[in-house]
T-cell receptor, first 112, second 112 residues
């Protein structure tokens, strides 16, 4: 079983809707949690990251981590067609251990 | 502007041949990573380096090797290409902790 699980979708929502993207993880050592966005045929780009549990907001994006349930969420408010992409969650334990452990990614489609 | 570049962007090679994929970054980052991305598997770590002369195996390192002779470059070598190594390969770099990794545009490798 992969250490970070993510529903691959596709997830299709109308423009302006609130989008909720989710991941679960199994490794209790994970301390850092990231969301990357990947457009077709491009490299992933970091959206935001959080350390340990809690929320972090950046514009229309909010990342949420609940370590007690090992649950990672990304919320997108006022979704736009330009938000259509694959969203990858990733985790890292820190302390010089292995690189990022990624989920498989969720393909998001925002319908105009 | 600083950047990370991969070359070639596309390559077709034959089974059994040695192939080297280049990765060059101009941020002077200590950390560099190689991932492969496949449908159904997401991004998986192949090798990583935390500095010159330092290399480490990742989750799927069999059949691959890397060397780090300077800060800017981390070439990935497939010793004897196999069809199972057909994939999109991404190089990434970060300064300090891996949670702020910047990715290249990817190399699409086909082994026939």
């Amino acid at each position: 079983q992969k250490e970070v699980e993510q529903d691959p979708g596709p997830l299709s929502v109308p423009e302006g809707a609130i989008v909720s993207l989710n991941c679960t993880y199994s490794n209790s050592a994970f301390q850092y949690f990231m969301w990357y966005r990947q457009y077709s045929r491009k490299g992933p780009e970091l959206l935001m990251y959080t350390y340990s549990s809690g929320n972090k907001e950046d514009g229309r994006f909010t990342a949420q981590v609940d370590k007690s349930s090992k649950y990672i969420s990304l919320f997108i408010r006022d979704s736009q067609p330009s938000d259509s992409a694959t969203y990858l969650c990733a985790s890292y334990s820190g302390g010089g251990a292995d690189g990022l452990t990624f989920g498989k990614g969720t393909h998001l489609i925002i319908q105009p | 502007d600083a950047e990370i570049t991969q070359s070639p962007r596309h390559k077709i090679t034959e089974t059994g041949r040695q192939v080297t994929l280049a990765c060059h970054q101009t941020w002077n980052h200590n950390n560099m990573f190689w991932y492969r991305q496949d449908l159904g598997h997401g991004l998986r770590l192949i090798h990583y380096s935390y500095g010159v002369q330092d290399t480490n195996k990742g989750e799927v390192s069999d059949g691959y090797s890397v060397s780090r002779s300077n800060t800017e470059d981390l070439p990935l070598t497939l010793e004897s290409a196999a069809s199972s190594q057909t994939s999109v390969y991404f190089c990434a770099s970060s300064q300090g902790l891996p949670e702020e990794a910047f990715f290249g545009q990817g190399t699409r490798l086909t082994v026939v």
